[in-house]
């Protein structure tokens, strides 16, 4: 399955501090993007990095995208309590189905 | 622009029972794909719609099935539920596919007795 794998599972930090959160996937793809929900809703995109980008940045949100470990991160800096929410990489493969494929989350929780 | 809206919001079915979700996609956007998720299983792909066809289809028996009007609104229909149906099953559009970013709606929380 292409589905990827976020680490950690959950995250927990003071506010003001940066959280880091890593996808890694396994096969070739067309992009990978990155996804916000809040308990129960839906999600929100944040970000999407094609597969020749390697950087990409969006307000406090980093984004880096390393194709030969199959593998991203998403940093967030100075965060906040509303940044408290659970965080998906969702992945575009280069063939095969034409659908995205998204990690099982980290659950990022800020403490005011 | 308006975003995606789904309707209802919240379900109770019994087992056995059909249901029927609803998804307005933004307005220009022609695909629409289906999700859904569970504590367990994460966030499963259902299937996609564009233009009024099936374009894309995930790993989910028959009992699941969709469509897509004229006007881009898809509904999707499970038949003879199970508890396991138990979901939030969100849809989501985007102009072209789902290559492409995904704006997704709230989500219709189905609870299947």
């Known amino acids: 399955s292409q589905q990827g794998e976020e680490d950690p599972q959950a995250l927990s930090i003071q506010e003001g501090e940066n959280a880091t959160m890593n996808c890694s996937y396994k096969?070739?793809?067309?992009?990978l993007q990155w996804y916000r929900q809040n308990s129960g809703r839906g999600l929100v995109h944040l970000i999407l990095?094609?597969?020749?980008?390697r950087e990409k940045h969006s307000g406090r949100l980093r984004v880096t995208l390393d194709t030969s470990k199959k593998s991203s991160s998403l940093l967030i800096t100075a965060s906040r309590a509303a940044d408290t929410a659970s965080y998906f990489c969702?992945?575009?493969?280069?063939?095969?189905?034409?659908?995205?494929?998204f990690g099982t989350g980290t659950r990022l929780t800020v403490i005011p | 622009k308006a975003g995606v809206t789904q309707t209802p919001r919240y379900l109770i079915k019994t087992r056995g029972q059909q249901v029927t979700l609803s998804c307005s996609p933004i307005?220009?956007?022609?695909?629409v794909s289906w999700y859904q998720q569970t504590p367990g299983q994460g966030l499963q792909f259902l299937f996609e719609?564009?233009?009024?066809?099936?374009?894309n289809k995930g790993n989910f028996p028959g009992r699941f099935s969709g469509r897509q009007f004229s006007n881009s609104r898809s509904e999707m229909n499970v038949s003879t539920l199970e508890l396991g149906d138990s979901a939030l099953y969100l849809c989501?559009?985007?102009?072209?596919?789902?290559?492409?970013?995904?704006?997704f709606g709230p989500g219709t929380r189905l609870l299947v007795l």
């Open positions: 969702a992945t575009a493969e280069l063939t095969g189905a034409n659908n995205l494929f």
């Open positions: 990095i094609r597969s020749n980008e």
């Open positions: 989501a559009s985007s102009l072209v596919g789902m290559q492409e970013t995904q704006y």
């Open positions: 719609y564009f233009s009024e066809t099936q374009r």
């Open positions: 096969t070739s793809i067309n992009n």
């Open positions: 307005s220009g956007h022609r695909s």
